[in-house]
């Protein structure tokens, strides 16, 4: 069969401004390690929202296709492509990837922690208009680069689940990781109430939290909170310091072992130290900048707290997502994460409607006209 020369793609041309539906050459040839991938489903991420409206934006970045969050079936693979574990990545296969890695920087050779690399690539950071072209998520057919870690899908976890494992999912469980883990029974805040946050309300809950509490809006997020295993909601329109003593009352006085920002912005830093319990754990995931969000130091200390950053994840917590998929998948009602999916025309508006609070995820079907 001959292989597609070209993709449909939405492309972001202009901040703020509709996708535009476009052709996209495809690589001539599949280089070793690579695979070219039938998009059928792409869930979009907070960052794409962020990259559309221009609030997170690089130099020379557009042209660019949206989306870091898809799985599809392989079309064709290059010489020896395999997936993480080694297994032969063939046609007809089902596969999710993570970024790629280069494997000889500093970050992944000597830290070994494939999120410090020097040159990590997301599909979101390739220009569309220079090789490979299509590596985002919004094109009928992907290129996956050699570098790029890939994952033989199990056909428990539905499409919508690994492709938000993609992005969200592993950044949650990395974050969880790096907190230590949740002690069954342990209090937890969740500031923010989008999709991670809701997600992260999830995974507390099933990693045994006797209270979860989330902190966000609006008030149509913390219902969803709720139906994700929140505990209590406080929303944070709310008086800070209100929110503080809600935390306290709700916490025996004494705050949270665990404090997740999957929010970020001016207050966050100060928030979550005051909601946090003595020795408790705060990671830092939401915090994307630019603007600075002052940490009470002296409170760290008296408090003994452990402040940790997480970013992102890696194949290793994308592979924890889709297991704990596979395990959870009727712990909660997972699909009403989503939207309805709609194909690549209809991208733009998700990507809108997300920008004004509507949707907690969008999916792309790119099948789909
Ligand atoms: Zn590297
Ligand atoms: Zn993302």
Redesign the pocket.
């Known amino acids: 069969m001959a292989l597609p020369t070209t993709t449909a793609a939405a492309v972001l041309t202009e901040h703020s401004a509709a996708l535009t539906l476009r052709e996209l050459p495809l690589p001539d040839e599949i280089e070793p390690g690579a695979a070219l991938v039938r998009v059928t489903c792409t869930t979009l991420?907070?960052?794409?929202v962020h990259l559309w409206s221009g609030q997170m934006t690089f130099p020379g970045m557009l042209p660019m296709v949206l989306g870091?969050?898809m799985v599809g079936e392989v079309v064709a693979a290059g010489d020896g492509t395999t997936d993480t574990f080694g297994r032969d990545v063939r046609p007809g296969d089902r596969i999710g990837w993570s970024e790629s890695t280069c494997g000889k920087c500093h970050g992944c050779a000597i830290l070994r922690e494939p999120v410090a690399c020097a040159s990590r690539g997301y599909g979101f950071l390739q220009r569309a208009d220079e090789f490979p072209y299509a590596t985002g998520g919004l094109v009928q057919y992907c290129y996956v680069t050699p570098g790029a870690a890939k994952l033989l899908l199990p056909a428990e976890v539905k499409d919508t689940w690994a492709a938000m494992s993609g992005?969200?999912g592993k950044?949650v469980l990395r974050a969880f990781a790096r907190s230590g883990g949740v002690r069954p029974g342990a209090t937890v805040v969740v500031q923010g109430a989008g999709a991670l946050g809701v997600f992260a309300t999830a995974v507390a809950r099933i990693s045994g939290a006797g209270t979860v509490i989330t902190v966000g809006g609006p008030d149509d997020r913390l219902k969803v909170a709720e139906q994700f295993g929140a505990t209590a909601t406080i929303p944070v329109d709310s008086r800070p310091h209100d929110r503080i003593i809600q935390v306290r009352d709700l916490t025996d006085g004494r705050g949270a072992d665990h404090v997740f920002d999957f929010a970020g912005g001016p207050t966050v830093g100060e928030e979550a130290v005051a909601f946090a319990a003595q020795r408790g754990t705060i990671a830092v995931v939401g915090s994307t900048g630019p603007q600075p969000s002052p940490v009470p130091l002296g409170t760290v200390m008296g408090k003994e707290l452990t402040v940790v950053g997480s970013l992102?994840g890696d194949i290793a917590d994308y592979h924890r997502s889709v297991e704990f998929f596979g395990t959870f998948g009727t712990r909660m009602p997972w699909d009403e994460l989503f939207g309805e999916p709609v194909g690549l025309s209809g991208a733009s508006a998700r990507v809108e409607s997300m920008s004004r609070f509507g949707e907690l995820k969008a999916v792309i079907d790119p099948r789909l006209p």
């Not at 991420?45 to 794409?48: F, L």
Request: aromatic share 0%; net charge negative.
């Open positions: 991420c907070g960052t794409d870091h969050e992005c969200a950044t992102n």
